[in-house]
């Protein structure tokens, strides 16, 4: 047997280290430094360089940088990395994209991420080709992503990301030209556009929405 005082001393040591452990534990499972990051397509190779899937192709983007690969997951394509203490997951959806919310409310059930933390990227006909616009909430403005999203979170209250591809097309021609693939032009311009998106999701997490809205918007 050890003396009284060499079990006190030993016992405290062993409660001193299970407390570090708890707090060390819980930092990793703050809901506040997770972020859900969704980029919004259709799979299927057909769609890979279409306008519509300008959210995948962010989070690929992104994904590229980090040197991270995603991962086959419930609902979609997954990967993760983090960033200076926080947990960044990025999703693309595999459902397409008129039942995306069914991934999206997935994965903050799952993952136990806020609204306030989610941050979803889509496409924008109402934008020139590469604009950024950078809201806090709004309308689905009819796209069917962001309309299945509102449905299923019951709320238009979640931070977006709209990427402008513009409405360059003839009358009648809006789902030839959503569904098409960037021109030459669109593409000599495409990765100067993707290295900023990849710039908003980082300063999303680390700076917050407000900060990222007042950087980025019209840049």
């Given at each position: 047997?050890?003396?009284?005082?060499?079990?006190?001393?030993?016992?405290?040591?062993?409660?001193?280290?299970?407390?570090?452990?708890?707090?060390?534990?819980?930092?990793?499972?703050d809901p506040m430094k997770?972020?859900?990051?969704?980029?919004?397509?259709?799979?299927?190779?057909?769609?890979?360089?279409?306008?519509?899937?300008?959210?995948?192709?962010?989070?690929?983007?992104?994904?590229?940088?980090?040197?991270?690969?995603?991962?086959?997951?419930?609902?979609?394509?997954?990967?993760?990395?983090?960033?200076?203490?926080?947990?960044?997951?990025?999703?693309?959806?595999?459902?397409?994209?008129?039942?995306?919310?069914?991934?999206?409310?997935?994965?903050?059930?799952?993952?136990?991420?806020?609204?306030?933390?989610?941050?979803?990227?889509?496409?924008?006909?109402?934008?020139?080709?590469?604009?950024?616009?950078?809201?806090?909430?709004?309308?689905?403005?009819?796209?069917?992503?962001?309309?299945?999203?509102?449905?299923?979170?019951?709320?238009?209250?979640?931070?977006?990301?709209?990427?402008?591809?513009?409405?360059?097309?003839?009358?009648?021609?809006?789902?030839?030209?959503?569904?098409?693939?960037?021109?030459?032009?669109?593409?000599?311009?495409?990765?100067?556009?993707?290295?900023?998106?990849?710039?908003?999701?980082?300063?999303?997490?680390?700076?917050?929405?407000?900060?990222?809205?007042t950087s980025f918007n019209?840049?």
């Amino acid at each position: 047997m050890f003396p009284n005082s060499i079990q006190k001393n030993y016992f405290y040591k062993m409660n001193w280290l299970s407390n570090i452990f708890k707090k060390e534990n819980k930092t990793e499972t703050d809901p506040m430094k997770k972020f859900l990051i969704v980029g919004l397509g259709n799979i299927g190779a057909e769609y890979v360089n279409t306008r519509h899937n300008i959210g995948f192709k962010v989070v690929d983007h992104l994904a590229r940088k980090e040197s991270v690969e995603f991962q086959t997951a419930k609902l979609g394509q997954m990967a993760e990395y983090k960033l200076k203490g926080r947990t960044l997951f990025l999703l693309k959806p595999n459902t397409y994209m008129n039942l995306s919310g069914k991934a999206v409310k997935h994965w903050m059930d799952k993952e136990n991420i806020p609204a306030s933390n989610v941050l979803i990227i889509t496409d924008d006909l109402n934008l020139p080709f590469g604009s950024i616009r950078i809201r806090t909430k709004g309308s689905d403005g009819g796209h069917n992503g962001l309309k299945s999203i509102q449905q299923i979170l019951n709320t238009s209250e979640y931070p977006r990301f709209r990427f402008g591809i513009s409405d360059e097309f003839k009358k009648g021609k809006q789902v030839d030209y959503v569904l098409g693939e960037w021109n030459d032009e669109e593409k000599a311009k495409l990765t100067e556009r993707l290295d900023i998106s990849a710039a908003i999701i980082q300063s999303f997490a680390l700076a917050g929405l407000e900060i990222t809205m007042t950087s980025f918007n019209g840049k």
